[in-house]
């Protein structure tokens, strides 16, 4: 078992700064020896004592040399594992996140009117074909993570499918059956499918189809949503990766093997990597570091058993990091990361060489020694030249300090802006496929045209509303309204009084009813709105459309989006954890606009709405800018993280929303 100072010393090869101070301290404890054995020569008439001095405050020396060698390479291993161990959890996390709102996906779909009406037919028409095969495209126009849609029969046979490049017609695989016979809601699996043949692993979410045929519920059907993975993978990688060569990224099933890896090498493809362990830190195995780690969860979702892995050669992960702007900090002497202990350290070994110095010039003039006296002139410049090394590598030390936390606040930056438009993203896609609802379109069809809207059609409506809301649980209200803003129906029973009353901001209302595309949608500003109980939050809409006629708009959704809680937890949860909890107390993010007002924030002390005046190297940020600076915040020194948000896949990214975020992440130091 090697001890911690063994284990550092191997690293001290990548670390050139390192070597140089040891170098440096070991040519001046070379240098104190010989002088000291000058010393004994010349002793005549010195108190041995002067000469016992001289060799424990060496000592002292070489204490204070080992303690600062052990300190710095800790802090260059703590950057380096700090920064394998966010990129492990990044891997699992962002992409569980993603997953998580697909389990919502295939309980919904499956109940989908015209997807449960078509699997309970005995006879399908090419017309029925036909309009079921335009759902499923007009669905993953929408949620473009999914590359197939598929309903199965009981028996296996294929009905309808979105990819005419897949050949299959008829499965054998036994998900159908778990799906059908399962009591969880849905089945998830990651493996080869007689489905999917073209691919050599397949990640399928599928749920049974249940319908009432003649008063009694049966299971007509299972449907199979296909996840693009390796896609999706590829672009979490890409964000992870960002300005970083040489970090292998991997997930990896609960033996050890890689499922998916940011490695062009696809001979890397179900190797077995490690033996699964908990990882308490990053570990060493040959000239690597590598960590795995489970997923945090997200809602209680914790999908399959796989592990975040990262593993990066020593030489890349402690090579400098020329990329990283260097910002200049001084950490001041009040500051919690202020290495005081090395510090009174220093100046122990500087006041107890100055003491020998002293005593010994004494004796020497007391004695009439005077051939001691260059010894101790020597000892003094020792003294000076430590003392200056010493200083200069507390100074590194700090400086190491600050780039470890650059990094952590930029890196968290970016996860949280990525996060958040991850989720946004899904909210777009929810308002414009549940646009489609046909039986949404088919009763606002009839009102529009007639004025008036039975109970049962309000309680059809309030139904299909509150299942939605129950699945998709960041929406604190379901609504919809006619051509004139006035809300028919809710998903939230409490709200039920909103019903009759006009949907506010017509302006909003009014663009979404000119909408002309089922790919269209609208989003409100950032705003306080009675609709979420006078606080601010993003509402989307999206056009219902006329059941004979696409063209028209008969009325719209409109979906209230929990945003307080949903931004405040994105915030804590992709804040920088520091080893230092008082770095812990001075750290919290806010999610911002172009203005600088707060959209949300871990911070007590400032509100939702608030406008932060902030440097305009931050405002004037480039999409997709990624940096951390020193900001001077009310006579607080801080290292702001900033990331400005560019969107997922086509959200933000040419379909006509345009909003920029920008998330921040401030330690203060």
């Not at 204490?63 to 990044?90: C, F, H, P, V, W």
């Not at 308490?280 to 795995?292: C, H, I, M, N, W």
């Not at 005077?370 to 590598?393: C, G, H, M, R, Y």
């Not at 990624?626 to 933000?652: A, C, H, M, Q």
Request: charged content about 25%.
């Amino acid at each position: 078992m090697t001890t911690q100072a063994e284990d550092h010393k191997q690293f001290t090869q990548f670390l050139p700064e390192v070597k140089r101070y040891l170098n440096e301290l070991e040519h001046q404890d070379l240098w104190w020896t010989t002088v000291a054995m000058v010393g004994k020569i010349n002793n005549e008439n010195i108190d041995p004592q002067l000469l016992i001095s001289i060799v424990e405050t060496q000592k002292e020396f070489q204490n204070l040399r080992d303690t600062m060698i052990q300190e710095l390479i800790g802090r260059y291993l703590n950057q380096a594992n700090s920064e394998i161990m966010l990129k492990a959890q990044a891997t699992i996390d962002i992409l569980i996140r993603n997953l998580f709102e697909r389990t919502a996906d295939v309980g919904f779909l499956a109940t989908d009117d015209d997807l449960v009406e078509f699997m309970a037919k005995s006879n399908v028409s090419e017309e029925d074909q036909e309009f079921i095969h335009q759902r499923i495209i007009e669905y993953v126009a929408k949620y473009t993570v999914y590359d197939d849609v598929l309903l199965v029969s009981p028996e296996g046979e294929i009905k309808a499918k979105l990819d005419a490049s897949n050949p299959a017609t008829f499965t054998r695989d036994s998900l159908i059956n778990e799906a059908m016979a399962t009591k969880e809601e849905y089945v998830e699996i990651y493996r080869k499918s007689d489905m999917f043949p073209n691919k050599s692993d397949s990640h399928i979410y599928a749920k049974k189809i249940e319908a009432n045929i003649q008063g009694e519920i049966k299971v007509v059907g299972v449907l199979c949503l296909s996840f693009n993975f390796q896609d999706e993978m590829t672009r979490i990688y890409k964000t992870l990766g960002q300005g970083q060569q040489g970090y292998e990224i991997m997930l990896l099933d609960d033996h050890g093997k890689v499922i998916s890896c940011n490695s062009s090498d696809k001979s890397k493809r179900n190797t077995k990597q490690i033996e699964p362990h908990h990882f308490t830190r990053p570990e060493r195995s040959g000239d690597k570091l590598q960590f795995a780690t489970k997923t945090h969860g997200y809602q209680g979702y914790y999908g399959l058993p796989w592990l975040g892995f990262v593993q990066v050669q020593n030489q890349v992960t402690f090579a400098d990091k020329t990329d990283d702007r260097d910002i200049n900090v001084t950490i001041p002497p009040d500051s919690p990361l202020y290495l005081r202990d090395l510090e009174e350290t220093n100046l122990k070994v500087s006041t107890l060489l100055l003491i020998v110095i002293l005593n010994g010039k004494i004796l020497s003039l007391k004695r009439d020694v005077k051939a001691f006296l260059p010894v101790l002139d020597s000892f003094q410049n020792i003294s000076i030249d430590i003392q200056e090394i010493f200083n200069s590598f507390i100074h590194h030390i700090h400086h190491v300090l600050v780039r470890t936390i650059q990094g952590k606040a930029a890196f968290s930056a970016t996860l949280g802006v990525e996060v958040m438009d991850r989720n946004l993203y899904e909210r777009a896609n929810d308002c414009r496929w549940w646009a489609l609802n046909s039986t949404f379109r088919q009763i606002l069809s009839s009102y529009n045209q007639t004025q008036e809207i039975s109970e049962t059609e309000t309680r059809k409506l309030t139904d299909i509303l509150g299942y939605i809301n129950k699945l998709y649980t960041v929406y604190t209200n379901i609504m919809l309204y006619d051509q004139r803003g006035r809300i028919l129906a809710v998903s939230n029973p409490v709200e039920g009084h909103l019903i009759d009353t006009i949907i506010p901001r017509p302006n909003d209302t009014s663009r979404c009813l000119s909408l002309e595309d089922t790919q269209a949608y609208v989003v409100s500003e950032f705003h306080k709105t009675n609709l979420y109980g006078d606080e601010f939050t993003y509402i989307y809409h999206a056009a219902v459309k006329d059941w004979e006629n696409p063209h028209r708009n008969v009325g719209g959704i409109a979906l209230v989006f929990d945003s307080k809680p949903q931004f405040e937890a994105m915030l804590k949860e992709t804040e920088p954890k520091y080893l230092n909890q008082q770095i812990n107390k001075t750290t919290f993010s806010f999610f911002v606009d172009r203005r600088g007002m707060i959209i949300a924030t871990t911070h007590k002390e400032h509100g939702i709405g608030e406008i932060l005046d902030l440097p305009s190297e931050i405002l004037q940020a480039d999409n997709g800018q990624n940096d951390t600076i020193y900001w001077l915040w009310d006579g607080v020194p801080y290292l702001v993280g900033f990331k400005v948000s560019e969107g997922y896949r086509e959200y933000k990214n040419g379909d006509g929303y345009e909003n920029d975020v920008i998330a921040l992440v401030m330690t203060g130091i």
